[in-house]
Each structure stands twice: as C-alpha cells, then as structure tokens.
T-cell receptor, first 113, second 115 residues
Framework: QKEVEQNSGPLSVPEGAIASLNCTYS??????FFWYRQYSGKSPELIMF????GDKEDGRFTAQLNKASQYVSLLIRDSQPSDSATYLC?????????????FGSGTQLTVLP | GAGVSQSPSNKVTEKGKDVELRCDPI?????LYWYRQSLGQGLEFLIY????????KSGLPSDRFSAERTGGSVSTLTIQRTQQEDSAVYLC?????????????FGPGTRLTVT
C-alpha cells in the first residue's frame, strides 16, 4: 500500500466553482502535511501546510486535516483557469534517522472557463 | 532573494556515461533534498542532507547513485554508468530546519535524457 494516495483525476470544475482535492495516508505517525502545485513542465511550488486537525485557510485555499481518518484535503474556492495544474499532497515522515517528504502521485485539475 | 538553482537545466548523455547534477540551495537553508520525477509520475525521494549530519540515503535506487554536499551548501548528485531508466527530471529542494516538517522550496530541475 502506498503511503500517500491521491485520485489522479483528471478533475474538471467550471470557473468560479469549488475544487476539492483529496488525499489519504497510511502513516499514523505523520504530523505534517503539505500541498504543492505543479504546472506542466515546472517544478512544484508550496501552497499550504497543515499540522493540526481542522481547517486552515489562506486566501482562496483551505486545507483540512483529519488525523483520525488519515485524510487531508485542499479546497480551492472561486476556481480560476490559472489554477489548472497538478496538485501534490505530501506528508513529512520523521522516524529514526529518516527524514522524508513523501509525495502522492498528484491530482490533475482543470478549471474550465 | 535568490531561489534554489540547478544546473544544467538539460542533460543528454549516452548510456554508460557518468553525469553530475548540481544544486545550489537558498542561502541560509540547512536542509537539502534530491528527488526524481519520471514523466507523468510523482516525486521520488532520493537523498536528504541536514547540516553536518549523516545524510539520509534511503531513497537512492542503486549504488550507481551518490550525492555529496560540500560546506553545507552546494550539492552534487552523481549517476554512474547511466541507464535509460535513469531518464527523468531531477529536482533539488531546500528548507530551513523545522521540527514539525520542512517547507521545501524547489529548484527548476535538471531534465536528464539517457540515449
């Protein structure tokens, strides 16, 4: 079982709608979760991180974490065509001498004008 | 300030040759990471450096891969006797040390093509 699972999509939403991106993970010891956005042919860029259960809002983005259900999501409000990209969920694993940011395979989002 | 830089941006090499990829992290960032991303795939962790501590090499796929970080700054990823399956984009990231997990900032990557 992969440590981080994402629906690969593609996910299409109309402009102005809410896009919901989901991620599940298997490592119960993970405490830190990150969302990255990657445009085609570009390197990933950090959007948000979340450590605590609940919601964290930053502009049009809201990250939601539920550690009991091992579930983290990213909501994008008022989606814009410029939000079209692949969204990568990542969790930070810190165990013994290992320090790794483990990524999901990403969800491709298309926002239709 | 300047972000993470990588060189070369593109590298085409023949099977069996050695290649060196360079990463220059953000100034002041003590942690440095190498990842590999094959076409249409997610990021695969390769190696992690934190300050002067022993690196976490658990992600290196074979002994043909090695990396070093000199003076706690610039890092070089070396692939010996390259194979076609090594073709990918190699991404470097850096971060400040953080107890709860790093906010990693990525460089533009080096696209490696092994022919």
């Amino acid at each position: 079982q992969k440590e981080v699972e994402q629906n690969s999509g593609p996910l299409s939403v109309p402009e102005g709608a809410i896009a919901s991106l989901n991620c599940t993970y298997s490592d119960r010891g993970s405490q830190s979760f990150f969302w990255y956005r990657q445009y085609s042919g570009k390197s990933p860029e950090l959007i948000m991180f979340i450590y605590s259960n609940g919601d964290k809002e930053d502009g049009r983005f809201t990250a939601q974490l539920n550690k009991a259900s091992q579930y983290v999501s990213l909501l994008i409000r008022d989606s814009q065509p410029s939000d079209s990209a692949t969204y990568l969920c990542a969790l930070w694993i810190s165990s013994g001498s290992a320090r790794q940011l483990t990524f999901g395979s990403g969800t491709q989002l298309t926002v239709l004008p | 300030g300047a972000g993470v830089s990588q060189s070369p941006s593109n590298k085409v090499t023949e099977k069996g040759k050695d290649v060196e990829l360079r990463c220059d992290p953000i100034s002041g960032h003590t942690a440095l990471y190498w990842y590999r991303q094959s076409l249409g795939q997610g990021l695969e962790f390769l190696i992690y450096f934190q300050g002067n501590s022993a690196p976490d090499k658990s992600g290196l796929p074979s002994d043909r891969f090695s990396a070093e970080r000199t003076g706690g700054s610039v890092s070089t990823l070396t692939i010996q006797r390259t194979q076609q399956e090594d073709s990918a984009v190699y991404l470097c990231a850096s971060s400040l040390r953080a107890s709860m997990g790093p906010e990693q900032y990525f460089g533009p990557g080096t696209r490696l093509t092994v022919t």
